[in-house]
Protein backbone atom coordinates (compact mmCIF):
# COMPACT_ATOMS: atom_id res chain seq x y z
CA UNK A 1 0.00 0.00 0.00
CA UNK A 2 1.30 3.41 -0.98
CA UNK A 3 0.39 5.81 1.89
CA UNK A 4 0.62 9.35 1.19
CA UNK A 5 1.46 11.27 4.82
CA UNK A 6 2.31 15.06 5.87
CA UNK A 7 5.21 15.41 8.26
CA UNK A 8 4.43 18.35 10.90
CA UNK A 9 5.59 19.54 14.53
CA UNK A 10 4.18 21.48 17.18
CA UNK A 11 7.63 23.03 18.85
CA UNK A 12 9.65 19.70 17.82
CA UNK A 13 7.16 17.15 19.00
CA UNK A 14 7.01 15.84 16.16
CA UNK A 15 3.78 14.11 13.78
CA UNK A 16 3.38 11.95 10.69
CA UNK A 17 -0.89 13.36 9.93
CA UNK A 18 -2.71 10.91 7.69
CA UNK A 19 -5.83 12.07 5.72
CA UNK A 20 -8.89 8.99 6.63
CA UNK A 21 -11.42 11.41 5.37
CA UNK A 22 -10.52 11.19 1.54
CA UNK A 23 -8.99 7.48 2.38
CA UNK A 24 -10.11 4.66 4.56
CA UNK A 25 -7.22 4.06 6.97
CA UNK A 26 -7.49 1.10 8.61
CA UNK A 27 -3.39 0.58 10.04
CA UNK A 28 -2.40 -2.36 12.30
CA UNK A 29 0.38 -1.39 15.25
CA UNK A 30 3.09 -2.99 13.11
CA UNK A 31 2.49 -0.23 10.38
CA UNK A 32 1.68 2.23 12.85
CA UNK A 33 5.34 1.31 14.21
CA UNK A 34 6.97 1.20 11.09
CA UNK A 35 5.98 4.56 10.18
CA UNK A 36 6.86 5.92 13.49
CA UNK A 37 10.64 4.53 13.30
CA UNK A 38 13.32 7.08 12.44
CA UNK A 39 15.54 4.74 11.09
CA UNK A 40 13.14 2.49 8.97
CA UNK A 41 9.82 4.34 8.63
CA UNK A 42 9.31 8.64 8.53
CA UNK A 43 9.63 8.62 12.35
CA UNK A 44 7.64 10.92 14.73
CA UNK A 45 6.71 11.05 17.85
CA UNK A 46 2.76 10.24 17.05
CA UNK A 47 1.14 9.30 14.31
CA UNK A 48 -2.17 11.24 13.86
CA UNK A 49 -5.47 10.12 11.95
CA UNK A 50 -7.93 12.87 10.70
CA UNK A 51 -11.56 10.91 10.21
CA UNK A 52 -14.79 12.67 9.33
CA UNK A 53 -16.67 13.01 12.64
CA UNK A 54 -18.89 10.07 13.75
CA UNK A 55 -21.22 11.83 15.88
CA UNK A 56 -23.30 15.70 15.37
CA UNK A 57 -21.82 19.01 16.55
CA UNK A 58 -18.74 18.06 15.68
CA UNK A 59 -16.42 18.74 12.15
CA UNK A 60 -13.79 16.24 12.90
CA UNK A 61 -12.56 12.97 14.05
CA UNK A 62 -9.10 13.12 15.97
CA UNK A 63 -6.75 9.96 16.78
CA UNK A 64 -3.48 9.52 18.07
CA UNK A 65 -1.04 6.89 18.03
CA UNK A 66 1.66 7.14 19.93
CA UNK A 67 5.17 5.96 18.47
CA UNK A 68 4.92 1.77 19.93
CA UNK A 69 1.71 2.12 17.79
CA UNK A 70 -0.92 2.47 21.00
CA UNK A 71 -3.77 4.82 20.58
CA UNK A 72 -3.93 7.95 23.52
CA UNK A 73 -6.55 9.94 24.50
CA UNK A 74 -5.35 13.40 23.41
CA UNK A 75 -2.52 15.09 22.22
CA UNK A 76 -2.20 19.15 22.69
CA UNK A 77 0.86 20.05 20.13
CA UNK A 78 -0.87 17.44 17.76
CA UNK A 79 -4.16 19.38 17.70
CA UNK A 80 -2.43 22.58 16.71
CA UNK A 81 -1.16 20.20 13.72
CA UNK A 82 -4.95 19.33 13.21
CA UNK A 83 -5.61 22.77 12.25
CA UNK A 84 -2.80 23.47 10.17
CA UNK A 85 -3.42 19.81 8.43
CA UNK A 86 -7.23 20.46 7.81
CA UNK A 87 -6.57 23.76 6.30
CA UNK A 88 -3.65 23.25 3.83
CA UNK A 89 -5.35 20.02 2.72
CA UNK A 90 -8.58 22.06 1.84
CA UNK A 91 -10.66 19.99 4.37
CA UNK A 92 -11.92 23.00 6.29
CA UNK A 93 -11.95 27.14 5.97
CA UNK A 94 -13.03 27.87 9.55
CA UNK A 95 -11.31 29.08 11.83
CA UNK A 96 -12.44 27.27 14.58
CA UNK A 97 -13.15 23.84 14.51
CA UNK A 98 -14.95 21.25 16.46
CA UNK A 99 -12.96 17.93 17.14
CA UNK A 100 -13.85 14.54 18.74
CA UNK A 101 -11.23 12.74 20.73
CA UNK A 102 -11.18 9.15 22.75
CA UNK A 103 -11.47 11.68 25.89
CA UNK A 104 -14.29 14.30 24.66
CA UNK A 105 -14.27 17.54 22.45
CA UNK A 106 -11.72 19.96 21.99
CA UNK A 107 -12.21 23.08 19.82
CA UNK A 108 -8.55 24.41 18.13
CA UNK A 109 -9.03 27.76 16.68
CA UNK A 110 -6.45 29.76 13.93
CA UNK A 111 -5.25 33.12 15.28
CA UNK A 112 -4.88 36.06 13.15
CA UNK A 113 -0.91 35.88 13.37
CA UNK A 114 -0.94 31.85 12.50
CA UNK A 115 -0.56 30.70 16.20
CA UNK A 116 -3.36 28.30 17.32
CA UNK A 117 -5.35 28.32 20.36
CA UNK A 118 -6.74 24.79 21.50
CA UNK A 119 -9.49 24.81 24.08
CA UNK A 120 -8.32 21.78 25.49
CA UNK A 121 -11.21 21.02 27.88
CA UNK A 122 -11.45 21.64 31.84
CA UNK A 123 -8.25 19.99 33.89
CA UNK A 124 -9.15 17.02 36.16
CA UNK A 125 -8.34 16.27 39.75
CA UNK A 126 -9.95 13.67 40.87
CA UNK A 127 -8.04 10.50 41.52
CA UNK A 128 -10.83 7.71 39.95
CA UNK A 129 -11.29 9.91 36.62
CA UNK A 130 -7.46 10.71 35.45
CA UNK A 131 -6.75 7.41 36.57
CA UNK A 132 -4.82 7.25 39.43
CA UNK A 133 -5.09 5.18 42.39
CA UNK A 134 -5.09 7.52 45.53
CA UNK A 135 -7.24 7.42 48.89
CA UNK A 136 -8.02 11.26 48.47
CA UNK A 137 -7.88 13.82 45.43
CA UNK A 138 -4.70 15.84 47.58
CA UNK A 139 -2.75 18.17 45.04
CA UNK A 140 0.45 17.18 45.89
CA UNK A 141 0.45 12.80 46.47
CA UNK A 142 3.53 11.08 47.72
CA UNK A 143 4.94 8.22 44.77
CA UNK A 144 7.67 5.60 45.82
CA UNK A 145 9.82 5.16 43.40
CA UNK A 146 12.04 1.83 44.32
CA UNK A 147 14.64 3.61 47.16
CA UNK A 148 13.47 7.04 46.81
CA UNK A 149 10.34 9.57 47.39
CA UNK A 150 8.89 11.85 45.32
CA UNK A 151 5.61 14.05 45.72
CA UNK A 152 3.47 14.82 42.34
CA UNK A 153 0.53 16.57 41.44
CA UNK A 154 -1.79 14.32 39.36
CA UNK A 155 -3.78 16.00 36.27
CA UNK A 156 -6.03 14.86 33.57
CA UNK A 157 -5.64 16.90 30.74
CA UNK A 158 -8.10 14.42 28.67
CA UNK A 159 -4.93 11.99 29.54
CA UNK A 160 -3.02 11.22 32.63
CA UNK A 161 0.01 13.52 33.73
CA UNK A 162 2.34 13.19 36.69
CA UNK A 163 4.01 16.80 37.31
CA UNK A 164 6.82 17.11 40.26
CA UNK A 165 8.70 20.29 40.86
CA UNK A 166 12.02 20.76 40.08
CA UNK A 167 14.72 23.15 41.23
CA UNK A 168 16.51 23.11 37.91
CA UNK A 169 15.13 21.01 34.60
CA UNK A 170 17.88 20.96 32.52
CA UNK A 171 19.48 18.62 35.52
CA UNK A 172 16.14 16.92 36.52
CA UNK A 173 16.11 13.45 36.59
CA UNK A 174 14.22 12.49 33.40
CA UNK A 175 16.25 9.49 31.74
CA UNK A 176 16.28 7.85 35.30
CA UNK A 177 12.64 8.60 36.74
CA UNK A 178 10.69 8.90 33.29
CA UNK A 179 10.23 5.32 32.64
CA UNK A 180 9.70 4.72 36.34
CA UNK A 181 6.92 6.90 36.70
CA UNK A 182 5.40 6.32 33.60
CA UNK A 183 4.71 2.45 34.21
CA UNK A 184 3.89 2.59 37.71
CA UNK A 185 1.38 0.50 38.99
CA UNK A 186 -0.79 3.26 40.71
CA UNK A 187 -1.48 4.78 36.85
CA UNK A 188 -3.45 2.06 35.76
CA UNK A 189 -3.31 3.33 32.07
CA UNK A 190 0.63 4.60 32.61
CA UNK A 191 0.96 8.62 32.58
CA UNK A 192 3.18 11.23 31.18
CA UNK A 193 6.01 12.68 33.49
CA UNK A 194 6.20 15.54 33.89
CA UNK A 195 9.25 17.87 35.33
CA UNK A 196 8.34 21.47 36.25
CA UNK A 197 10.99 24.17 37.09
CA UNK A 198 9.01 27.70 38.24
CA UNK A 199 10.57 30.90 36.92
CA UNK A 200 8.37 33.40 38.81
CA UNK A 201 4.52 33.50 38.72
CA UNK A 202 4.03 33.28 35.21
CA UNK A 203 6.77 31.27 33.99
CA UNK A 204 8.43 28.06 33.73
CA UNK A 205 10.61 25.71 32.34
CA UNK A 206 9.57 21.94 31.44
CA UNK A 207 10.73 18.66 30.22
CA UNK A 208 8.15 15.94 29.71
CA UNK A 209 8.54 12.05 29.35
CA UNK A 210 5.78 11.14 27.54
CA UNK A 211 4.09 7.57 27.67
CA UNK A 212 4.87 4.73 25.06
CA UNK A 213 7.62 7.80 23.52
CA UNK A 214 10.19 9.02 26.08
CA UNK A 215 11.30 12.29 26.33
CA UNK A 216 9.93 14.51 23.73
CA UNK A 217 11.09 18.30 22.73
CA UNK A 218 7.51 19.25 23.94
CA UNK A 219 4.22 18.39 25.21
CA UNK A 220 0.98 20.10 24.80
CA UNK A 221 -1.09 18.44 27.24
CA UNK A 222 2.10 17.99 29.77
CA UNK A 223 2.33 21.91 29.60
CA UNK A 224 -1.10 22.44 30.64
CA UNK A 225 -0.95 19.69 33.14
CA UNK A 226 2.18 21.65 34.51
CA UNK A 227 0.13 24.96 34.69
CA UNK A 228 -3.19 23.86 36.16
CA UNK A 229 -1.19 22.22 38.58
CA UNK A 230 1.49 25.47 39.45
CA UNK A 231 -1.85 27.92 39.59
CA UNK A 232 -3.88 25.13 41.91
CA UNK A 233 -0.94 25.10 44.13
CA UNK A 234 -0.83 28.59 44.18
CA UNK A 235 2.77 28.88 42.68
CA UNK A 236 1.39 30.63 39.60
CA UNK A 237 -0.94 33.22 38.09
CA UNK A 238 -2.79 32.89 34.45
CA UNK A 239 -1.51 33.31 31.71
CA UNK A 240 2.11 31.09 32.21
CA UNK A 241 4.80 30.91 29.35
CA UNK A 242 6.18 27.55 29.40
CA UNK A 243 9.74 26.98 27.97
CA UNK A 244 9.93 23.93 26.36
CA UNK A 245 13.16 22.58 25.02
CA UNK A 246 11.75 22.89 21.22
CA UNK A 247 10.14 26.49 22.50
CA UNK A 248 7.19 28.78 23.39
CA UNK A 249 3.70 27.51 24.70
CA UNK A 250 1.26 29.95 26.09
CA UNK A 251 -1.40 28.44 28.31
CA UNK A 252 -3.78 30.31 30.30
CA UNK A 253 -6.36 29.02 33.19
CA UNK A 254 -8.96 30.87 35.08
CA UNK A 255 -9.64 28.24 37.92
CA UNK A 256 -12.22 25.97 39.02
CA UNK A 257 -14.71 25.06 36.20
CA UNK A 258 -13.01 27.04 33.49
CA UNK A 259 -11.26 25.24 30.31
CA UNK A 260 -7.35 25.06 29.83
CA UNK A 261 -6.42 27.51 26.79
CA UNK A 262 -2.99 26.71 24.97
CA UNK A 263 -1.48 28.84 22.38
CA UNK A 264 1.35 28.03 20.01
CA UNK A 265 2.70 27.59 16.51
CA UNK A 266 2.16 24.27 14.30
CA UNK A 267 4.55 23.51 11.31
CA UNK A 268 4.50 21.44 8.33
CA UNK A 269 7.96 19.87 7.62
CA UNK A 270 7.50 17.79 4.33
CA UNK A 271 5.01 15.97 2.48
CA UNK A 272 5.63 12.06 0.80
CA UNK A 273 4.59 8.51 0.21
CA UNK A 274 5.62 5.52 1.84
CA UNK A 275 5.04 2.05 0.79
CA UNK A 276 3.61 -0.19 3.91
Known amino acids: MLLPFVKMHGLGNDFVVLD??????????AQLRRLADRHFGVGCDQVLLVEPATRPGVDFRYRIFNADGGEVEQC?????????????????????????????VIVPRLEDDGSITVDMGQPVFAAQRIPFISESDDLLQPLQLADEEIWITAVGMGNPHAVQLVDDVDSAPVERQGPIIESHSRFPLRVNAGFMEVRGRQGIRLRVHERGVGETLACGTGACAAVVAG????????????????GELRVAWAG????????????????????L
Do not use: W, Y
Open 256 to 275: KDAPVLMTGPAATVFKGEIE
Open 76 to 104: GNGARCFVRFVHEQGLSTRREIRVETISG
Open 20 to 29: GVRHSLDLTR
Open 231 to 246: IARGLLDSPVRVDTRG
